[in-house]
C-alpha cells in the first residue's frame, strides 16, 4: 500500500430511524479522522457513545448513513468483500468453534478466506507459536482459559495475513496476568508492522497500546490526540486525592473549593473536584498541594500523589455517571 492512510473519514454518520415507537438514534454524529499505516489507534468512550457502530462501518459490515469513509483506500458501500478480505476482526465475544481444536479453528477459518490447505497448515504454525498456543493445538477449545481463547481469537484473525485488524474490547473479562500477556502480542504484530485499530474501556490499555486516541461521546469526538498530548491538553502534570473524616468531610469540601487550589473563581475553573469519597485536587505538584491543605485544614484521613493518567481525562470529558 503506496498511500500512508488506511481509514480516512470525513463526516461520517450512522442514523438508525424511528421504528416500533422507538425514536430515531444519531449514533454517530458527523465524525471525521485518519488512521495511518502501522499505528495503533484507539476509539475511547462511555456505552453507546458510537465505537462499535464507527467499527462496524469501517469493518463493512453495517453501510454508513452519511458522510464518507475510504478503508485501504476503497468505499465501503462498493467494495466491501474486498475490504472484508484484507482485514482481521477480533470482535468482543470470541464466536469461536468450541467442540474443535484450536487447530481446526484455524483451518476452518483459513478455509472461508479460500486459503489452500497447505498455506494454512503452514500459517497455522506460525500462528500458534506467535499465541503460545503450540501445545494447545491438538487440545479442544471448550478446555482453553479465557485468556488462551482470547489468544485464538486474535491469531484466528490473523489467517489472512490482514493489513488491518480491528480489535472490539480484546481483553474485557480477562485477569491480570492474561492481560498483560495479550499487550505483548498486540506490541508484536504493532512491531511487525501491522495496522490495530481497537476499542477499550482499560485506560491504562489505551496508554499502553496507542500511539493516538479518539475519545467519542453521544456519536460525536470530544477531544483527538496521543494520550501524552491528551492528558497535557486536558489535566495538571499531577493529581493529589485526599479522603477527611466522615464528621468533617463536608466542611473541608467547602474549604478546598473556596480556597485558592480551588481555583478562586478564576476563569481557569475549578481544579478541586469533590467526589462521595474523597477530593482530586489537580496540581502541577502535588506535594505542593497537599502542604497548602494541611495549612488550610483538615487533616486529611489519607492522601495519595500521583500522576494524572488518560483515566482523568476520560472521566473530565465524558462525566462520571453511569451510561447504559
Excluded at 490482514?162 to 498483560?180: C, F, N
Excluded at 500477556?181 to 485499530?197: A, C, I, Q, S
Excluded at 461521546?217 to 493529589?240: F, M, N
Aim: net charge neutral; hydrophobic share 40%.
Amino acid at each position: 500500500m503506496s498511500d500512508p492512510v488506511v481509514v480516512r473519514a470525513a463526516d461520517l454518520t450512522k442514523v438508525y430511524p424511528a421504528r416500533g415507537g422507538v425514536p430515531e438514534l444519531r449514533a454517530v454524529d458527523g465524525i471525521g479522522f485518519e488512521l495511518r499505516r502501522r499505528e495503533t489507534f484507539g476509539f475511547l468512550g462511555p456505552n453507546g457513545a458510537g465505537k462499535s457502530t464507527t467499527m462496524r462501518m469501517i469493518a463493512a459490515t453495517s453501510p454508513r448513513s452519511g458522510g464518507t469513509l475510504r478503508v485501504l483506500g476503497m468505499d465501503p458501500r462498493t467494495h466491501g468483500s474486498a475490504i472484508r478480505a484484507r482485514l482481521g476482526v477480533v470482535p468482543q465475544d470470541d464466536a469461536l468453534d468450541r467442540e474443535l481444536t484450536v487447530r481446526e479453528n484455524l483451518y476452518i477459518y483459513g478455509r472461508y478466506f479460500g486459503l489452500k490447505r497447505d498455506a494454512i497448515r503452514k500459517r497455522s504454525a506460525e500462528l500458534l507459536d506467535f499465541a503460545q498456543l503450540s501445545e494447545k493445538s491438538d487440545n479442544p477449545v471448550e478446555a482453553l482459559s479465557g485468556g488462551m481463547r482470547r489468544r485464538l481469537t486474535i491469531a484466528r484473525s490473523l489467517i489472512n495475513d490482514p493489513d488491518m485488524v480491528l480489535l472490539d474490547e480484546p481483553t474485557t473479562g480477562l485477569d491480570p496476568q492474561a492481560r498483560h500477556v495479550l499487550w505483548d502480542r498486540l506490541y508484536r504484530l504493532k512491531e511487525d508492522g501491522v495496522t490495530l485499530l481497537l476499542t477499550t474501556h482499560y485506560m491504562d490499555e489505551a496508554e499502553q497500546l496507542c500511539d493516538r486516541l479518539m475519545i467519542i461521546d453521544h456519536g460525536r469526538i470530544v477531544a483527538q490526540g496521543s494520550p501524552r498530548e491528551l492528558i497535557a491538553a486536558h489535566v495538571t502534570r499531577e493529581v493529589l486525592e485526599v479522603r477527611f473524616a466522615l464528621d468533617v468531610k463536608e466542611a473541608a469540601g467547602v474549604k478546598l473549593r473556596s480556597s485558592e487550589l480551588g481555583g478562586g473563581g478564576s476563569d481557569a475553573g475549578p481544579r478541586v473536584e469533590l467526589l462521595p469519597d474523597r477530593a482530586l485536587v489537580y496540581a502541577d505538584d502535588g506535594e505542593s498541594a497537599l502542604a497548602a491543605v494541611h495549612l488550610m485544614g483538615p487533616v486529611p484521613v489519607t492522601a495519595l500523589v500521583r500522576r494524572a493518567t488518560l483515566e482523568d481525562v476520560f472521566l473530565k470529558l465524558t462525566g462520571r455517571s453511569l451510561t447504559d
